[in-house]
């Protein structure tokens, strides 16, 4: 069974940075497109970044964009988002999502498995 466990949340202050983590288990993690997502209270999941299996294709929303990098690292089986300038508007549960095409996608449904989430709250 394919696992997700994302890790990195916390509390920042506004202008601070955060590194996000989520460790795929269970299956091959070279075969999967990696995304990020977040969800406020009250709000639509809102696409994030995502990477290709192979890291050669990378997107991201114009929330974060120009915020945020994406990377993964075959080595540890891990995908991680890299969040810089937070603002009190991105205070979210950040998910990430493991798509099986090897390709990720900026739409929810393309993929197939997702992590718990973890929380980030950045405070003014």
């Known amino acids: 069974q394919v696992q997700l466990v994302e890790s990195g949340g916390g509390l920042v202050q506004a202008g601070g940075s955060l590194r996000l983590s989520c460790v795929v288990s269970?299956?091959?993690?070279?075969?999967?497109?990696m995304g990020w997502f977040r969800q406020a209270p009250g709000k639509e999941r809102e696409f994030v970044a995502t990477i290709s299996w192979r890291g050669s294709d990378i997107n991201y929303g114009e929330s974060l964009k120009g915020r945020v990098t994406i990377s993964r690292d075959s080595a540890k089986s891990t995908v991680y988002l890299q969040m810089n300038d937070l603002k009190p508007e991105d205070t979210a549960v950040y998910y990430c999502?493991?798509?099986?095409?090897?390709?990720?996608?900026?739409?929810?449904?393309?993929?197939?498995?997702w992590g718990q989430g973890t929380q980030v709250t950045v405070s003014s």
């Open positions: 999502g493991a798509d099986g095409s090897g390709w990720g996608d900026s739409l929810e449904s393309a993929y197939d498995y």
């Open positions: 269970g299956s091959p993690f070279n075969t999967y497109g």
